[in-house]
């Protein structure tokens, strides 16, 4: 281990703080914003639904552009919690549907 | 299912939280060691490589802006490596938004510093011990935090050695979090109102990708899905 491992790029500690400042921004503005308007039936009802259309909106890409393996293990999951409602369980049958399947050259 | 228990934060629910995250930490501790060997094979020093594992800690978002990192860098690409990680990390916002039924009323100087651990998985955690009806938000913060400490850890393998796992597909690990994302769908599905708000933001974000591609489909799908669940009533 030498001192340039420790040593850091004055211009990339500054990115790692904007990256980072931006992200927080990210993180905690949503949250800020949701206490400053008033929380109607209806705004509650839409942070209610969000969630979900997040779940959706995040995983349909990833399955469209993903192989098949991906979307048949993905419904192993659902399948799986669906049955046994645990996450874990969940989870870990899917990562073991991708492999089989992969293995197999699907 | 009813809501009655009090919203509060536990020693107890950050405990849980820590165990709960058990699930995901071979994903993590993959991609983390995945960054690692990236940011060696940039160039970064330890220093940098921990830094920007530990401070920006938001995976998919390290990895677009060390494809646009170069070195020696200058002032347009630190712009740039903002901006991508803005851009990738934009969907957060609406996942903050989402917390603010439950944490409204808790002290701004305990969640605050909760939200710089704000991830997709220990959010999704959160809300599927929310989804079953308790309140105790120690489950987002324990797992928060346990995930970042197993991230910022994971790195450094990577960096000295070369990914722990050579090829994370062949062994499904690139499924870990989508699975995730997919299982949680289960216990949140409620009935017509709900489907008919999951198809809208669906359509919207596969639009949306097939359009522009990237990440913006997590966005536009979700408001989308959200503004359908505040104006549809069963």
């Known amino acids: ?106 | 299912m009813t809501s009655s228990s009090p919203v509060t934060i536990t020693p107890a629910g950050i405990l849980l939280g820590a165990r709960l995250s058990l699930t995901i930490i071979p994903g993590s501790v993959a991609l983390g060691s995945v960054f690692g060997m990236v940011a060696a094979q940039k160039g970064l020093t330890l220093l940098e490589t921990v830094m920007m594992q530990s401070f920006v800690f938001a995976g998919a978002s390290q990895f677009v802006a060390m494809e646009v990192y170069r070195d020696p860098l200058n002032w347009g690409l630190v712009l740039a490596m903002t901006g991508v990680v803005a851009a990738v990390n934009m969907r957060m916002l609406l996942v903050g938004a989402s917390l603010r039924p439950w944490l409204g009323g808790q002290p701004a100087w305990q969640v605050y510093p909760t939200l710089f651990f704000l991830t997709d998985i220990n959010w999704l955690l959160a809300m599927r011990h929310h989804q079953d009806g308790h309140r105790d938000w120690g489950v987002l913060f324990g797992s928060g935090l346990m995930i970042w400490v197993v991230w910022s850890l994971a790195v450094l393998p990577g960096y000295f050695f070369g990914a722990l796992i050579e090829d994370p597909q062949a062994w499904g690990l690139d499924v870990v979090l989508p699975a995730f994302f997919a299982a949680l769908l289960v216990p949140l599905w409620k009935g017509k109102r709900q489907t008919l708000g999951w198809i809208i933001a669906g359509a919207v974000a596969t639009l949306t990708w097939e359009l522009l591609g990237g990440y913006w489909g997590v966005l536009t799908g979700a408001v989308a899905g959200a503004v359908a669940g505040a104006y549809f009533h069963d």
């Open chain 1, 1 to 106: 281990m030498t001192d340039a491992a420790f040593s850091a790029d004055l211009l990339f500690v500054l990115a790692v703080a904007m990256m980072t400042g931006v992200t927080y921004f990210m993180r905690a503005g949503g949250y800020w914003l949701m206490g400053r308007l008033p929380l109607t039936d209806r705004v509650r009802r839409g942070l209610e639904a969000l969630p979900g259309a997040i779940i959706i909106s995040t995983i349909l890409p990833i399955v469209l552009k993903g192989d098949l393996a991906l979307g048949l293990s993905l419904l192993s999951a659902i399948a799986v919690m669906a049955l046994l409602r645990k996450d874990f369980i969940a989870v870990a049958a899917a990562v073991v549907t991708a492999a089989l399947l992969r293995s197999a050259g699907i």
